[in-house]
């Protein structure tokens, strides 16, 4: 999950690290490779600065509400919601107050990490230890994006295909989520990509989410990278493919190498 990134006019590295951003907390690991990378560079650069203000947390949560007081029930059959109501409850064991209260209210989009943090128990969480680690090494934390623009991002998929992806994973999510961790604790890169293909809801998410934001954010990590030294932190699906960001710093003179 770590790379070695040398710009063309800088011979002092930077790093490249793919994240889940969401693990079990007995399942974290930093290896002493990637705290040796860490120590070596002079800034952190995540996909935003997690340091939000209490105004932009306020703002972001309406954002993730569902428009007009409607609920997921308002877009689908009875029938539909029914189903999906009881993969929730019966199969993942949401409480049904917690589903019925607060789940639904929220676009489906914001609702996998909810739903996730909440049955795996203890968590952790690559961005927050990461700027922690940044914070007491006394190195300035960039973000390649703002809050804003994550958001739009976001809101760039429809709310319609949002539900219907929501409706045909139903109580799948956790089982996909253990196969994506499973081959992210081995490092394996190409299973990750494989398993994000073959999921039901990636080629609806995978040009909003993966490829307009990696365009957005290559100018500012060859930039970054020429000037000072960067350990960067992304979601490990940003890396892979031919509009990966390994591949587009490659094809922009970058020497790009695995750190095993």
Do not use: C
């Amino acid at each position: 999950m770590l790379w070695k990134v040398t710009s063309p006019s800088n011979a002092k590295a930077s790093y490249l690290f793919g994240t889940l951003h969401l693990l079990p907390e007995d399942r974290y690991f930093f290896t002493d490779k990637m705290q040796e990378a860490f120590a070596s560079t002079e800034t952190l650069a995540l996909e935003m600065d997690i340091d939000i203000p209490m105004g932009e947390q306020m703002k972001m949560a309406m954002q993730m509400m569902m428009p007009d007081g409607k609920s997921w029930a308002d877009y689908m059959t009875a029938e539909e919601f029914a189903a999906l109501r009881s993969a929730y409850i019966d199969s993942l064991g949401v409480k049904e107050a917690k589903f019925d209260k607060q789940y639904v209210k929220i676009k489906p989009m914001y609702l996998s990490a909810l739903v996730l943090s909440q049955l795996l128990g203890k968590t952790k969480a690559y961005e927050q230890e990461l700027s922690g680690m940044a914070k007491k090494a006394k190195k300035p934390l960039i973000g390649l994006e703002t809050l804003q623009q994550q958001m739009d991002f976001m809101g760039s998929v429809s709310l319609e295909d949002q539900i219907t992806q929501t409706k045909e994973a139903g109580a799948s999510i956790l089982r996909e989520y253990n196969k994506m961790l499973e081959a992210y604790l081995k490092q394996d890169l190409a299973a990750l990509q494989t398993l994000a293909k073959e999921s039901d809801d990636f080629a609806g998410i995978e040009e909003e989410l993966l490829t307009k934001r990696n365009a957005a954010w290559i100018p500012l990590v060859k930039e970054q990278a020429a000037k000072s030294p960067t350990f960067f932190a992304v979601g490990a699906l940003h890396l892979v493919g031919e509009k990966g960001l390994i591949s587009q710093l490659r094809t922009a003179g970058f020497k790009v190498e695995p750190v095993n």
